[in-house]
């Protein structure tokens, strides 16, 4: 399967919107995070949102093709992290992949540092569990500049009915089918988060 420039352009797009509605909320700060989607699977390609960009001001072009190791095959310079969305996408088939920098993900990073049991609510609905009677926790793993170091981390600490993982001091990963679907795993795993915070 091969990529072409409108399937880029595309996925630039829709990234681009995305970005703006978390950089709206406070979620991608500076120009920090950053997003990916699935444009191939075999061989496994990702449009990426290129480093060093206001993620509020995207535009459909600043998107870079990489690889299954993150590395850049068309388009500028890819986040460093790049390589971290490509290892999701493989190990999780997820369509597109979330990293936002939140305060509630560091902050309960820091207090569960083994991980932040849910449930009884409502929102876990969002990510496809039951509200009740069953315990989902949302793992959290230690950081790493090694995005290799940082793949095996999230593969043995992952939960497959949990979408997301709190990387610790840094930020939250959320994966998805598609890029709305991500979005809204996002949305609920952060609301979730928040909500552990304030209880706390």
Do not use: C
């Not at 990234?15 to 920090?32: C, D, K, Q, V, Y």
């Not at 790049?82 to 597109?96: I, P």
């Not at 990963?173 to 709305?180: I, N």
Request: aromatic share 4%; hydrophobic share 45%.
């Amino acid at each position: 399967m091969t990529t072409s420039a409108p399937d880029i352009e595309e996925a630039g797009a829709v990234l681009a919107a995305e970005s703006a509605r978390f950089a709206s909320f406070g979620w991608m700060r500076g120009t920090s995070g950053n997003l990916s989607v699935v444009v191939s699977r075999d061989p496994l390609r990702l449009a990426v949102t290129a480093s060093g960009h206001d993620k509020g001001e995207l535009t459909p072009s600043d998107v870079v093709l990489v690889d299954a190791e993150g590395a850049a095959v068309a388009g500028g310079r890819p986040s460093a992290e790049a390589a971290l969305h490509a290892r999701v996408a493989a190990l999780t088939g997820a369509g597109a992949v979330v990293h936002v920098h939140t305060v509630a993900s560091v902050a309960m990073g820091r207090r569960s540092p083994g991980g932040i049991v849910l449930r009884d609510l409502e929102m876990l609905k969002g990510v496809g569990q039951p509200a009740h009677d069953v315990e989902v926790t949302l793992p959290v793993i230690v950081n790493s500049q090694d995005m290799g170091v940082l793949g095996d981390r999230l593969e043995a600490a992952r939960d497959p009915r949990m979408p997301a993982v709190v990387v610790a001091g840094h930020g939250l990963y959320v994966w998805g089918d598609t890029p709305r679907q991500a979005r809204h795993h996002t949305e609920v795993v952060e609301w979730l988060l928040e909500l552990e915070l304030t209880e706390r």
